[in-house]
Structure formats: structure tokens, C-alpha cells
């Protein structure tokens, strides 16, 4: 993998501000604006479709919905994600409705596609956005017991972050990802 480098000049200021913060400020706040405006970022998101196969639950310091995440936090993620001022459970449905699919190969496809506007649009609202996979899968589906069809999965932690990016954040380089799928030409 290509090692440290700096996004360059060219790459919008949003996206090459961006960075998964490992410390967030526990004295910020997402209002109920604020938290209106995250969603709005997804439901403008493109879907297969236009399927929209996205479902969310969030909640913020101080709701009882919190205390119904906090203690499915793996350890890992509990270090900073606690600190932050919004956490959402990100959920996809897999089933399509009213046709004789089972299963949607793009559900996932679009919810990462929705995460990433309303990452996009936290920046623009100067948070900072940490997706995560470190949470009891299992114990928090049993906790929020979505509707059939409905998977949890991901989480994403919405706050100030401080201090800035971590050091060493590593990329492949473009050259990689034009030729990474395919054998070398012998
Ligand atoms: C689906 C997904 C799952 C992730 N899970 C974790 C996680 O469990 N713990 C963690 O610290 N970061 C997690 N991350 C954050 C990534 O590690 C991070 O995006 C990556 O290292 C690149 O760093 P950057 O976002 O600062 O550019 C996850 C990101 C995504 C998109």
C-alpha cells in the first residue's frame, strides 16, 4: 500500500478534509436541525432503482435511545465513539418489494452510498463522521429488533472531532486501483 500521503490539490476541500476521528468534543451538540439535515443528505442519495433500501435508528447523549446502544459498543469503538454527540445504527433492506427478487445486490451498495452523502454533508456542517463495525452485531439486533427483511450494518459516530487527522493514513495508489483487479501482463 502507498504510505502517507496528502490528498492533492484538486480533490474537493470536504473530501480531502475528511478524516474518521478517533476523539470527539463531548460538549457539541446535534440538534434536532442539524440531525434533519444528516438525513436529508441521505434521502437525496442515489439508489438502485431508486429503492431506498436504507433504515436508520439514532440517538444522542442524553436520549434513552442511547442508552440502548452504548452497551453494544465494542470496547475498541467505545474509547471515542461514547464522546461522540450522535451515534446511528445504519440498516439496509436486503428484500425487494413487489417483485419476485429475494434479494437485492445493491443494498448494501446504496446504504455505503447514503453513509458516505451524509458524511460528505457533516463536513459541510463542520462535523466529522467516524464509520464503524466494532459494536455486538447480534446484541443490538436483539435489543432493536428491526423488522424482518431489515439488517443492521454499520454504525457511524457524528461529532466535533479534535485535533486533526491520525498520522500514517495510508492509500493505494491510482495505478493500484486501475490494475488491481487483473493479472499482470506476462
Ligand atoms: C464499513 C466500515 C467499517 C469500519 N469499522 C471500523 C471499526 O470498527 N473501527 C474503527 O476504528 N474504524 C472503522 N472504520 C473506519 C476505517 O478504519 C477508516 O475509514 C479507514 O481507516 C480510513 O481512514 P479515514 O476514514 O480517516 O480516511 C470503518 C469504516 C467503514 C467504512
Redesign the pocket.
Known amino acids: 500500500m502507498h504510505h502517507p500521503q496528502e490528498p492533492p490539490s484538486g480533490i474537493h476541500p470536504l473530501l480531502a478534509g ?3 476521528p478517533y476523539r470527539f468534543d463531548p460538549s457539541t451538540v446535534v440538534d434536532d436541525h442539524a440531525l434533519g439535515l444528516l438525513l436529508e443528505a441521505v434521502r437525496w442519495a442515489p439508489s438502485a432503482g431508486n429503492s431506498q433500501p436504507w433504515g436508520f435508528f439514532t440517538s444522542r447523549p442524553g436520549e434513552l435511545e442511547h442508552d440502548r446502544v452504548l452497551p453494544h459498543l465494542a470496547p ?2 467505545a474509547r471515542w465513539a461514547t464522546d461522540a454527540s450522535l451515534l446511528v445504527v445504519t440498516l439496509t433492506r436486503r428484500h425487494v418489494d413487489d417483485t419476485q427478487l429475494l434479494y437485492s445486490e445493491f443494498a448494501d451498495y446504496d446504504l455505503g452510498q447514503a453513509i458516505a452523502h451524509m458524511t460528505v454533508q457533516a463536513q459541510a456542517m463542520g462535523l466529522a463522521a ?5 459494536f455486538d452485531l447480534e446484541g443490538l439486533t436483539k435489543e432493536l429488533d428491526p423488522n424482518p427483511g431489515w439488517a443492521i450494518v ?1 454504525m457511524v459516530a457524528v461529532g466535533k472531532a479534535v485535533g486533526g ?2 498520522e500514517g ?1 495510508a492509500r493505494h495508489s491510482v495505478a493500484h486501483l486501475r490494475s488491481a483487479p487483473w493479472s499482470p501482463v506476462e
Open positions: 475528511r478524516f474518521s475498541s469503538s467516524h464509520q464503524f463495525r466494532a454499520s487527522a491520525p493514513r
